[in-house]
């Protein structure tokens, strides 16, 4: 139990950062009574270490330790979940760029079906990224990775999404032929 000076630095520090845990944990887990509890669980550590936490980021600290959570939950409750990176070699090639496809598409729906058929690890970055607007540096704190490692994934990411929005389109185009 933390003292009560310690108790308010945590819900002035960490508890602003409640709903974008909640976000990333929704992200990765695909299913809000999972994300809640993964949510849950991770506030409850935050809770308990946060006698251990002196100063920094505290977003990044509590959106690592949500992810911790998520990929725990993913290797004991979904053994067949894609949770590994992909090789370089399957890196898809160059188009328009995500964003382009992002503005150009109004369904929000359709943008949702297609990030959630991301692996996770890819559906992590793209939400810190571009949800939670982390910088390239905090997603490297929160994933424990390099930078150059998250910015080659984000990129991969990102063309996996264009593709997974393009394809509709592909099949509606081949029935048109």
Same mark, same amino acid.
């Given at each position: 139990?933390?003292?009560? $000076?310690?108790?308010?630095?945590? +819900? /002035?520090?960490? $508890?602003?950062?409640?709903? %974008? ?7 990765? &887990?695909?299913?809000? *009574?999972? @994300? +809640?509890?993964? !949510?849950?669980?991770?506030? #409850? =550590? ?15 600290? &509590? $959106? ?9 939950? &993913? ?9 590994? +990176?992909?090789?370089?070699?399957? @890196?898809?090639? %160059? ?12 369904? =929000? ?7 959630? !058929? #991301? ?15 982390? *910088?390239?540096? /905090?997603?490297? %704190? ?6 150059? !490692?998250?910015?080659?994934? &984000? *990129? ?7 593709? %997974? ?13």
């Amino acid at each position: 139990m933390l003292e009560p $000076l310690e108790r308010a630095r945590f +819900e /002035e520090c960490v $508890l602003p950062h409640l709903d %974008a845990a909640f976000n990333l944990a929704r992200w990765i &887990l695909r299913d809000k *009574s999972n @994300a +809640e509890d993964a !949510t849950q669980e991770a506030m #409850l =550590r935050a809770y308990r270490f946060f006698g251990n936490f002196r100063s920094g980021d505290a977003r990044a600290w &509590l $959106l690592q330790i949500v992810r911790n959570c998520c990929y725990t939950s &993913l290797q004991k409750n979904r053994p067949g979940e894609d949770l590994e +990176e992909l090789d370089e070699a399957s @890196a898809p090639s %160059a188009g328009p760029s995500p964003e382009a496809f992002a503005m150009a598409i109004h369904d =929000r729906e359709r943008v949702t079906r297609a990030l959630e !058929t #991301l692996p996770a690890y890819f559906r992590e970055i793209i939400v810190l990224r571009e949800l939670e607007g982390c *910088s390239y540096k /905090e997603i490297a %704190a929160i994933t424990s990775r390099p930078i150059g !490692t998250v910015m080659s994934v &984000l *990129s991969r990411a990102r063309h996996q999404l264009r593709d %997974a929005l393009s394809e509709p389109q592909r099949k509606e185009a081949h029935r048109a032929v």
